[in-house]
């Protein structure tokens, strides 16, 4: 394997054309103020992106004494910033990039060639060809008779459409108390306020509740904590009973829909034990509970099939999707639904009442096409099949270190799970955690040039979901800065942990 690369000093800017932006201020009495700015430089962009962007879950505190990283370029698996300094892009932008970064040009010429076409038309009570080409390709490779799709714009929009589409279908059914809805803890489904009560996670959820009533968490399959010496059909076997014993709380005529990943990632890509998906299925059936599998990461290939539902065999109901169906280049995401719910909308006078403006866009549909495209031409399932079992071998070297106490995930979708102590599996404190993933490893795998995920969000990980495109020299790269940077973060966590122990 190559050397770990060293921390590179921050180059100076490389030379951006230079594009026309324009700050805008308010006076104390409203009156605008517009300054023309030639921006051609790194110093404008994060002038200016510091006094005007509103970015998504940032602190953006930080931006007084640090620098906003400003991605500008991309080429394969690499990303390169503002300063012409070169990542790894270790996390397919969110789960999302499958193909890298070098389609773009191909990408873009079918979006031209729909723009010159036609730009825009609605998919209520018309249709468009790229659209109707895309849902019957979507046909073509999902599983079972997961037949007809929904279009939307994106992941949460596809969870609020289903948690609509399930209601009105038991409504339709003459079932119209079934309203309640049951998902994983520390799962995320999105945050549109419908999406955002299926997400378990309470630090995103608490500043927004009260929440839509009638959502319930069981447990999720995180094998890592499990009582010592389980196994895998004892733990399937609990959580089952688990599952049964809340729907049997709850009263299974009131429940709408079960919404689990294939592998769940909130928390760190928990793959299901054995048998798990197949007793989920049999308990939704045994109570008429919609099963719906939200496969906007696992969908698409990030787990080497083009759904979870194939590789795991979860039969669902309704699958969401998102991100990889057009490499995340345009917005576009959607609900599959089996031939049996879509019937109930098909009767007579019905239709499933809900609708946006952007669902099905024609340029989207068009990118769309021609990413799965590329993605046949490339292979990209294969490459992703082929090379499993490598990125496992090298990520379970890394378990080998003292502050990994567990290597898991499938496909190009994996993470390493810190521990304080791996022989107890005792986790960092909140605080330590907040030190070590925030103040330590985001920073430092930043700097030396690999941008993956540092996460708390259930038990403190790194996740690594990288291009559906990367070789086993990329994958190499990944270990090569994990490999440092991991061991760095060892002796800092103890470092720290004996200095305080001094001063307390
Ligand atoms: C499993 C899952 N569902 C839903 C969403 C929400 O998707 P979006 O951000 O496109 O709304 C995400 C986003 O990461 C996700 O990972």
Known sequence: MRAPPSIRAVRPWRGLAPVALATVSKSRHGHR??????MTDHANLQD???????????????FSSEEVPIIERGDGCWLWDTNGKRYFDGMSGLFCTQIGHSYGAELGEAAAKQMAELGFFINWSYAHPRVIELSAKIAEI????????????????????????????????????RYKMIARRTAYHGTTLGALSLTGIASIRNPFEPLLPGVRHVSNTNAYHRPEGETEAEFTAFLLDELRGMIEQEGPE???AFFAEPVQNSGGTFTPPEGYFQGVRAICDEYGILLVADEVICGFGRLGYWFGSERYDIRPDLVTFAKGIASAHVPLGGVIMTDKIAAPFLEGSNMFVHGITYGGHPVSTAVALKNLEIMEREDVLGNVRRNEPYFEAVLSKLGEKPIVGDVRGAGYFMSLELVRDKETKETFSDEEADRLLRGFLSPRLYDAGLICRADDRGDPVVQL??????????????????????????????RSGRREAVTS
């Open 254 to 256: 009131t429940i709408s």
């Open 48 to 62: 200016i992106a510091k006094r005007h962007l509103m970015m998504h879950f940032t602190s953006q505190g930080r």
């Open 465 to 494: 979901s990288p291009p559906l495109v990367a070789t086993r020299e990329d994958l190499d790269y990944v270990h090569d800065v994990l490999d440092t940077v991991l061991d760095e973060a060892w002796t800092e966590m103890n």
């Open 142 to 177: 999902a599983p079972g008779d997961l037949n007809r799709t929904f279009f939307c714009s994106g992941g949460s929009e596809g969870n609020e459409s289903i948690i609509k589409l399930a209601r009105q279908y038991h409504q339709i059914r003459g079932e119209g108390r």
């Open 33 to 38: 103020h517009r300054k023309d700015l030639s």
